[in-house]
């Protein structure tokens, strides 16, 4: 019987899921990291399903496959997975990735810091973690420019009528808004109608808004909304980050911080230099820091240092055999009719 086996490494950042190939996955083809982006998506999703997927996955899973950079800085090529597809960029996998860069021996560590970057399909990340005696123990990266694309988009939503948003982008486009905006109050409202309304709004936004990022057709699409509190500048704020098909990201959410922080900048809320503390619904923070402006093909573009920890949760072989029907994974139904259909 034939048997196709892929190695993996899981890690968590917050509390969201990193599921990192490290065997049987196929060689991506092409000069550029988006071209093996592509690659990936035309004639090997099935290796995506069968990761993120049920029985080995859940709906909330999330993936790296790691690949031969195209930028001459880069020790090493990624690209992130979750249950729609392919995102551009993740800052919750890049924080777990960089310490398994150093624990795989990729780079010669280096105390107290240790610095090397990661090309992802938004660009090239700059990473420095933090070690002692040998061990990571926090990891920060550069952000790729950052910039908001619109301020005040008035978007009308089903059930909710217009609602107003910002939208950013921190290596992915996200609406922006606090939930109050909905009428709904971001700590007492179910998250399940959180949710609903963040999803509903992207809908809206995907069906009559075009996104165009200055460097790549592959980059202009929304990737999902960051609903916020209403917490003042100088506080910890919290993030929901409903992305891709309605998946919640348990972590503060990397890029969103990333998106969140240089649309602040842009307008006039926070200074170059200043932390800030995010949350997820996982408690656990991430750090977001305006690095300073950057040459870029876009308005109020700025670099943004975000900072967390992953950490390891297990490592194996899949098996997955030829004559197994649900070789390639499924997603969980809603119903029982779609099963039969």
């Known amino acids: 019987m034939t048997v196709t086996r892929l190695g993996y490494t899981d890690m968590h950042t917050a509390g969201e899921p990193v599921r990192i190939v490290t065997k049987g996955y196929p060689a991506l083809r092409g000069p550029s990291i988006l071209d093996r982006r592509r690659d990936a998506k035309d004639n090997h999703d099935h290796l995506r399903q069968a990761m993120n997927y049920e029985p080995r996955g859940h709906s909330g899973m999330y993936g790296v496959i790691p690949v031969e950079p195209s930028h001459p800085e880069a020790v090493i090529g990624v690209l992130f997975t979750h249950h729609e597809g392919y995102s551009t960029m993740c800052g919750h996998a890049t924080i777990a990735i960089g310490r398994w860069v150093v624990d795989q021996g990729l780079v010669p560590k280096t105390e107290p810091v240790t610095r090397f970057a990661i090309e992802a399909p938004c660009g090239l990340l700059r990473l420095a973690c933090t070690l002692e005696k040998g061990e990571v123990t926090h990891v920060r990266f550069e952000s790729v420019a950052a910039f908001p694309f619109a301020r005040d988009m008035t978007i009308h939503v089903p059930g909710f009528g217009p609602i107003v948003t910002d939208i950013s982008y921190g290596g992915a486009f996200y609406c922006i808004l606090s939930s109050s905006r909905f009428g709904l109050d971001f700590f007492k409202t179910s998250v399940d109608e959180l949710v609903a309304a963040a999803g509903a709004l992207t809908d809206q936004v995907r069906a009559h808004t075009a996104l165009v990022h200055p460097d790549a057709a592959d980059l202009g699409f929304l990737y999902g909304t960051i609903l916020t ?47 800030r503390t995010f949350k997820g619904i996982s408690g656990e923070p991430f750090t977001g820091k305006v690095k300073g402006p950057v040459e870029f093909a876009a308005s ?42």
């Not at 240092?305 to 969980?332: S, T």
């Open 229 to 275: 509190d209403d917490a003042s500048i100088s506080d910890e704020s919290w993030n929901l980050c409903v992305f891709a098909e309605r998946q919640i990201d348990r972590s503060p959410t990397g890029s969103g911080v990333t998106a969140r922080m240089a649309l602040d900048h842009a307008k006039g809320l926070i200074k170059p230099g200043v932390t």
């Open 300 to 341: 109020d573009a700025v670099t943004i240092e975000v900072g967390g920890q992953g950490y390891y949760a297990g490592e194996g072989e899949f098996m997955i055999e030829a004559n197994d029907p649900l070789r390639w994974g499924f997603e969980l139904a809603k119903k029982f009719g779609d099963v039969r259909i």
